[in-house]
């Protein structure tokens, strides 16, 4: 019983990890019946999404090894060479971490801008490397890149606070803890 | 790591394919009995139509083989179809790719071509276990050598990048400058055995409008692809019948 107990109060630590891998895999389906029906030639990257939640509800030490576990995941998947993730999403969490403390996770607006900032670094993380890679993926045309990204940037804004607001109530659904209620520094 | 990565999540796309393919299963198992023979007929004189032609084809290989040998012609390459379900699209900013349940188990090896009912889908990238990935004909770093239908001077197909809200498409460049398209009719770019991947006159997409090169000496074209080449469900890996033969005998001394 204790030990039932004791698993279920660290759903903080594995439910947010394995939330993003359905919601990467939810994404991908959304974006291929979208390419398949009405809209083709566009493609949706959430990648804020995977780090909300880490950033403002966990700690770094805590939050780190979360973060490092989707991204390892989702590059195996990914065409591009394996740790691109890693590094932006590491870079991306280590950067915001002494910022965090002047957002104010209730508020869906501060949320809004931190997931919307974030995405936009991650996107300029692959397309940079895009340019430094083959000659062909370079060229892909601006407006399926601007478009690409405007679209994601707004959709990542507005879900990241219900995003992350669904996985806390999640983790105390499971466990009866809320994440707000651990420390996060 | 990669791999023992992606092998931890192949299964789980798989599923997740299946269970995509729910709604449409479904609504195949409601079909009227009567439907179903119908289809059933149809389906017979189909492969009544393709057992003639089958027999056809049978003496037309003799023939070439009989004339081969004559001429004393290398041997044609053949390659075996091995159909394979699509798990997985990625058809993002930059990649323009598939996964599909068909791996080393199956005979697949990196390099091989992939090919559909309508042509070319594109070429192996990679392969795992029991999956592969395969880098569409649309992908910018597709290149495949090609020809005209009816016209056997070599040109070379490429893919481009995907336009936004537009399906992929491709782009023939080395086309011979007394080359003439007719919108009303569009010439079909075929695929070429010169590269060894693909046998000869599977299509690759259609021209249009032929263009001048800078250097004057060859046209350019955008090759319209396929549409449903970003929905197709299933697709073939051509697997050379030689190789397979060869790894066969191999697996069969080491396990002597």
């Known amino acids: 019983m204790a030990a039932r107990r004791r698993r279920a109060s660290n759903a903080r630590l594995w439910m947010p990890p394995l939330a993003c891998l359905v919601l990467a895999a939810l994404v991908q389906h ?48 990914w065409p591009g060479p394996f740790g691109t993730r890693l590094v932006l999403y590491s870079l991306a969490l280590a950067m915001m971490i002494p910022l965090r403390v002047r957002v104010r996770r209730e508020n869906p607006l501060h949320v809004f801008w931190l997931a919307s900032g974030m995405n936009l670094f991650v996107f300029a993380g692959f397309w940079l490397q ?48 809320d994440p707000a209620g651990f420390p996060i520094l | 790591m990669r791999n023992a990565l992606y092998e931890c999540q192949a299964p789980a796309w798989v599923g997740l394919a299946r269970l995509a393919d729910l709604p449409a299963w479904m609504s195949e198992a409601a079909r009227s009995r009567s439907s179903l023979l119908e289809e059933n007929r149809d389906m017979a004189r189909l492969n009544s139509a393709y057992m003639l032609r089958l027999q056809q084809a049978g003496m037309d290989a003799e ?17 075996n179809y091995v159909v394979g379900r699509v798990i997985r699209r990625d058809l993002d900013t930059w990649w323009q790719r598939m996964t599909v349940q068909l791996g080393a188990e199956d005979g697949v090896r990196k390099g091989d071509g992939v090919v559909c009912r309508d042509g070319v889908v594109g070429r192996v990238m990679e392969v795992h276990a029991y999956t592969c990935v ?68 599977l299509t690759i997409g259609y021209m249009r409008h032929l263009e001048a090169e800078p250097d004057g000496l060859f046209q350019r074209s955008k090759v319209l692809l396929n549409p449903s080449l970003t929905r197709l469900r299933e697709v073939a890996v051509l697997v050379p019948v030689l190789r397979a033969q060869v790894e066969a005998a191999e697996a069969s001394i080491s396990k002597k």
């Open chain 1, 130 to 177: 895009t340019l430094l890679g083959p000659d062909a993926l370079a060229c892909v045309p601006l407006t399926r890149i601007l478009t690409d990204l405007l679209v994601s940037e707004l959709l990542v804004g507005f879900s990241a606070y219900w995003w992350m607001e669904f996985q806390r109530l999640v983790i105390f659904r499971s466990c009866g803890q």
């Open chain 2, 134 to 201: 395969v880098e569409l004909l649309s992908s910018a770093s597709f290149r495949v050598a090609a020809h005209v239908d009816g016209d056997m001077r070599p040109v070379t197909y490429v893919g481009t990048p995907a336009p936004l809200f537009r399906d992929p498409g491709g782009e023939a460049t080395n086309l011979p400058a007394d080359m003439i398209a007719d919108p009303a009719r569009p010439l079909r770019l075929v695929t070429s055995r010169l590269g060894g991947v693909f046998p000869d006159g």
């Open chain 1, 30 to 77: 959304a974006c291929e019946l979208l390419g398949e029906s009405m809209l083709p030639g566009f493609w949706l990257h959430l990648d804020a999404l995977y780090l909300v939640f880490p950033l403002l509800y966990l700690r770094f030490a805590h939050g780190l090894p979360q973060v490092a576990f989707t991204a390892l995941m989702l590059d195996a998947m």
């Open chain 2, 63 to 79: 023939e070439l083989a009989r004339v081969g040998a004559m001429l004393k012609m290398p041997p044609l390459q053949d390659w």
